[in-house]
């Protein structure tokens, strides 16, 4: 029942900016952490960053000091400010969460977003 749906993707032009947004929604007793893959055509899928409930931030050296991470806790949210981007920031963003539903902890998956970092 737990739910993530992202949202913010598009096109940009390299150099631009971009906000990702992704909320959970159903059976949430705690929310471990979240965070940001990616996955471009023909490549697996990577991670991009990570926020612990304690606020600890972890990122992919491809994006650090570019991309920034952040929770709002009362909405159950996580986001992701990407800016310089660059066309090899271009793939499908998934959102990821390690909650506990209630019952048991588990990793959650959203849907996907897609960002195009063309000209």
């Known amino acids: 029942q737990v739910q993530l749906v992202e949202s913010g993707g598009g096109l940009v032009q390299p150099g631009g900016s971009l906000r990702l947004s992704c909320a959970a929604s159903g059976p949430i007793f705690t929310i471990y952490a979240m965070g940001w893959y990616r996955q471009a055509p023909g490549k697996q899928r990577e991670l991009v960053a990570t926020?612990?409930?304690?606020?600890?931030?972890n990122y992919a050296d491809s994006v650090k000091g570019r991309f920034t991470i952040s929770r709002d806790n009362v909405k159950n949210t996580v986001y992701l400010q990407m800016n310089s981007l660059k066309s090899e920031d271009t793939a499908v963003y998934y959102c990821?969460?390690?909650?506990?539903?209630?019952?048991?902890?588990?990793?959650?998956w959203g849907q996907g977003t897609q960002v195009t970092v063309s000209s």
């Open positions: 926020i612990t409930r304690g606020g600890s931030t």
């Open positions: 990821n969460a390690d909650i506990h539903n209630g019952r048991g902890r588990y990793d959650y």
